[in-house]
């Protein structure tokens, strides 16, 4: 069946997810195997060998490509294996453009193994599109967003940005892990890949890692998968299954991610220990017209993620002490998953980035970032508010 014009919800559950034809099973199969049986040589019944294809990997990556209104989906053992199997469609010599607040991971791979390959970067504020245009030379093949970035939340505008790249025949990604396709649809915006750590919303439940790219062009899917069997980072059939299992909630769970990271935020803004809260759902988020057009709108109210970065008053050893406190709220890196994390970008996430960038970025050693969950809120709020008592005590 086709769920191109079923709700999101609808798809999540049903796209790539029919019963399956043998039994009738309900759910997906786990179908946990390396290789399949042969009638004849060379003839087969739509799968050869794992790494190529996997019914339940097949699943969903077409499950993922129906909720970013994509043509093809691609699934990779992790947010990092897709990105190098984009960055691997590249040739020696090619020149990137890319945010230059984005996960620190993303930065070294670009820059500790890309580079060495032989292809070059430019890293801007892209926040202010006309920053594209001195920063493309013809060399420029791809353009890589990541909007809201990690961990300052800043909006890049997709729309203008896949313009001003098209016109110089640039491809666009853009790193939607962050919102999720329930928030943002990068390929409606004019973007020609979405990216994913479905480690963190997508899965949702912090059970397992694994990376996804979505192209709404057939021939840039074929590109794609060329690289997806040849370099080979493809997730197993257990873990393409847990990620599937979690994707089928995702819309309730951002809808309630949401609902809580905003009233926290707009807690914390009236905290007297707390400097500064970035959160796009925020009346005073900077860039909120963009988040309004970009985000989705629920109730006339701007959907803005599930991740508040907060600056603490205070210098780094108040940071220390706030987070060794928190209980309701764990720390530890990642984020999306139902259970709150929180964590110190500086020390943790963001270490690989040297320090002088990572302050140009604004990441201080007073910056926390927080991954709320579906807990209940109060008990959220209680448990912020014991740590900042204690750290400032
Ligand atoms: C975690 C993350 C990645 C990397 O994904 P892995 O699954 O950890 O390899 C990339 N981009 C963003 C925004 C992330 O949060």
Not at 66 to 84: K, R
Not at 162 to 170: E, L, Q
Not at 280 to 308: E, H, K, N, V, Y
Not at 316 to 338: D, I, Q
């Amino acid at each position: 069946m086709n769920w191109n014009d079923a709700h999101f919800e609808t798809k999540a559950i049903h796209a790539g997810q029919d019963p399956e034809a043998k039994t009738g099973a309900v759910v997906v199969p786990i179908f946990q195997t390396s290789t399949f049986a042969q009638p004849a040589p060379g003839e087969h019944l739509g799968h050869e060998y794992s790494r190529t294809s996997n019914p339940t990997r097949d699943a969903l990556q077409e499950c993922l490509a129906a909720l970013e209104g994509g043509v093809q989906g691609l699934c990779f053992s992790s947010g990092l294996a897709a990105t190098h199997a984009i960055l691997a469609l590249l040739d020696a010599g090619d020149h990137v453009v890319a945010m230059d607040d984005m996960y620190g991971g993303t930065f070294r791979q670009f820059d500790k193994v890309w580079r060495r390959h032989g292809l070059t970067f430019s890293y801007g504020d892209l926040r202010d599109p006309a920053v594209f245009d001195a920063l493309v030379t013809p060399q420029t093949k791809l353009l890589w967003l990541e909007t809201p970035t990690n961990p300052m939340l800043k909006l890049v505008d997709i729309a203008a940005l896949a313009v001003k790249a098209h016109a110089h025949g640039v491809l666009v990604a853009v790193d939607n892990t962050f919102a999720t396709p329930y928030l943002q649809q990068p390929l409606a915006l004019g973007a020609d890949i979405a990216v994913h750590s479905t480690t963190k919303y997508i899965g949702g439940h912090s059970d397992t890692v694994g990376g996804a790219a979505i192209v709404r062009d057939r021939a840039l899917g074929a590109r794609l998968a060329f690289v997806q069997n040849a370099n080979g980072g493809t997730p197993g059939p257990f873990d393409s299954w847990l990620t599937l299992r979690g994707v089928k909630t995702l819309a309730v769970r951002m809808e309630r991610h949401c609902q809580n990271a905003l009233t926290i935020a707009q807690w914390l803004e009236q905290h007297p220990r707390v400097k500064q809260v970035i959160y796009p759902g925020l009346p005073s988020f900077a860039q909120r017209d963009l988040a309004a057009r970009q985000l989705r709108q629920l109730g006339g109210q701007t959907l803005g993620g599930g991740m508040i970065t907060v600056i603490l008053d205070g210098e780094l050893a108040h940071a220390r002490k706030f987070l060794s406190t928190v209980r309701a709220f764990t720390l530890a890196e990642s984020l999306g998953g139902v259970e709150s994390l929180i964590e110190h970008p500086a020390i943790m996430t963001h270490a690989s980035i040297p320090p002088e960038q990572r302050r140009a970025i604004g990441i201080s050693d007073s910056l926390c970032r927080l991954s709320v969950g579906i807990e209940h809120v109060a008990d959220l709020q209680a448990d912020l508010d014991h740590a900042l008592q204690i750290a400032f005590a």
